[in-house]
């Protein structure tokens, strides 16, 4: 089975870029949206969508399958806990 994985990101993000080494390196296709050419209405965007409470979101975003996993720091706690596989079909 695929899974639909998606990131919201920046060019010079360093955190958007080590989530896609971290999803790269754990065999995790996926597709990559960038936000620059319309920065803040998709930071405003992602974080009503995703119920921020800052109301602007930082970048990498990441969805798996739909469900909302949060940037680098959620991404990177989910693989080495082993917890990922609950968001993989």
């Known amino acids: 089975m695929t899974n639909d994985i998606e990131i919201y990101t920046l060019p ?4 958007c870029k080590k989530a896609k080494e971290k999803l790269k390196d754990n065999y995790l296709d996926y597709t ?13 965007q992602l974080a009503q969508l995703f ?3 800052s109301g602007r979101a930082t970048v990498p975003q990441i969805t798996i399958n739909g469900k909302y996993i949060g940037g680098y720091s ?6 080495n806990s082993g917890r ?4 993989l079909n």
């Open 12 to 15: 010079d993000c360093p955190f």
């Open 32 to 44: 990559e949206y960038d936000i620059s050419k319309n920065e803040e209405e998709i930071r405003r």
């Open 51 to 53: 119920e921020i409470p």
């Open 74 to 79: 959620e991404l990177k706690e989910l693989i």
């Open 84 to 87: 990922l596989n609950q968001y």
